[in-house]
């Protein structure tokens, strides 16, 4: 797929992610880094974690510790809203 990482990109969000973790210890985006991270590891990164759609590179190079898919993300905000 075209939209995919690039292995650049990847690099340049493990980065990100680390920062985030190290900067940032104990919050939320640090947990969400975190377990951005092991999905990494796992070769799972970059896939919703709710339905394993792919995320697009645009969304996880602005938001990199993202684990679900706008599709899915737009979901979970109208479940808040309600
Ligand atoms: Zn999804």
């Keep these: 797929m075209s939209d995919s990482l690039s292995a650049q990109q990847l690099l340049r969000?493990?980065?990100?992610l680390e920062t985030?973790?190290?900067e940032?210890?104990?919050?939320?985006a640090a947990?969400?880094?975190?377990?951005?991270?092991q999905r990494m590891r796992a070769g799972e990164f970059g896939y919703c974690v709710d339905c394993g759609?792919?995320?697009?590179?645009?969304?996880?190079?602005?938001?990199?510790?993202?684990?679900?898919?706008?599709?899915?993300q737009a979901l979970k905000d109208e479940e808040e809203d309600a």
């Design 20 to 22: 985030i973790v190290a």
């Design 53 to 72: 759609d792919e995320i697009s590179a645009a969304r996880l190079a602005a938001k990199p510790d993202v684990a679900i898919c706008v599709d899915c």
């Design 31 to 37: 947990d969400a880094a975190t377990a951005a991270l």
């Design 13 to 16: 969000i493990r980065t990100k």
């Design 24 to 28: 940032q210890a104990g919050t939320k």
